[in-house]
């Protein structure tokens, strides 16, 4: 199988990420590369570290996973590669040691980045992503093992990814983030739930308040919320055919408060 890279930016789609596709190809000219994200909110690693969390496990080992969200490009922060322990056996990562690899590089290997050979001959300040990450990725994709870039990191920086808190009284999380159909996404996973019927659910999220969980967006009329464990596991809330982020007018969704409690009926 050709080796696969993926790549995830803050950069958008234009130049910069050709620049980096154009030195992992000069390099390692068999890979195959898998664009995730390059519209991950600008300068935010908790957002990026989020989105791997998500679509690491969808790849198989040996993959070479690329993450550039570099609000420290030119300090003094380190650049690292990572193969993987659990949660990810057999994954790589390479990029900024802000955290974003955290649950990946806790229970594997990790190396400082500073070969100066693995890098290109002229190093920006202000654009690592192409002359120093992108090559060590195709390194990595090109089998060259993880001790040769550098001598080992024993303390990678972890971000604290927070869970939801499930109480006597219900489940307590928050939004994570808004995809494109401005739907919020949540840190409570399906385990978070209380124990009831999906009809005995009752979520709050800003003015909001959803009766019930569904397992469709088309259960509920158009333009309704709705509430659902989406394709992530994770509780989303909807508006069907609309946007909740708009509905809510939440521009900035990470962080907002979201609770799930359980109604009793009166007989109860």
């Not at 234009?14 to 600008?42: F, R, W």
């Not at 609000?71 to 193969?83: A, D, I, L, N």
């Not at 978070?192 to 019927?197: C, Q, T």
Request: glycine share 10%; proline share 7%; hydrophobic share 40%.
């Amino acid at each position: 199988m050709r080796p696969i890279i993926t790549l995830t930016t803050d950069f958008g789609y234009g130049s910069y990420v050709a620049q980096m596709k154009g030195v992992i190809l000069s390099i390692c000219n068999e890979a195959t590369i898998v664009d995730i994200d390059h519209e991950v909110p600008a300068q935010d690693p908790i957002a990026a570290a989020w989105l791997l969390r998500d679509v690491v496990g969808t790849f198989p080992p040996g993959t070479v996973h690329l993450v550039v969200v570099d609000p420290g490009v030119g300090t003094s922060r380190r650049g690292v590669v990572v193969k993987s322990g659990p949660p990810a056996r057999g994954h790589f990562f390479v990029g900024p040691d802000n955290g974003v690899f955290g649950e990946f590089a806790r229970s594997g290997q990790t190396s400082l980045l500073q070969e100066p050979r693995l890098a290109r001959p002229l190093v920006s300040q202000t654009f690592h992503g192409r002359d120093v990450f992108a090559p060590a990725a195709a390194h990595l994709a090109n089998g060259l093992p993880v001790e040769s870039f550098g001598p080992p990191v024993n303390d990678p920086l972890v971000l604290e990814l927070r869970s939801a808190l499930r109480t006597d009284t219900g489940t307590f999380g928050e939004i994570l983030h808004a995809d494109r159909f401005g739907n919020l996404v949540t840190n409570v996973v399906a385990e978070d739930l209380p124990h009831a019927p999906d009809a005995a659910m009752h979520v709050e999220v800003g003015w909001a308040r959803i009766e019930g969980l569904s397992h469709t967006y088309g259960e509920v009329r158009v333009g309704d919320f709705v509430a659902l464990v989406g394709s992530s596991g994770r509780l989303e809330i909807a508006v069907r055919e609309g946007s909740a982020a708009e509905r809510l007018q939440l521009a900035q969704a990470r962080g907002t408060p979201v609770s799930v409690t359980v109604v009793r009926r009166a007989e109860d």
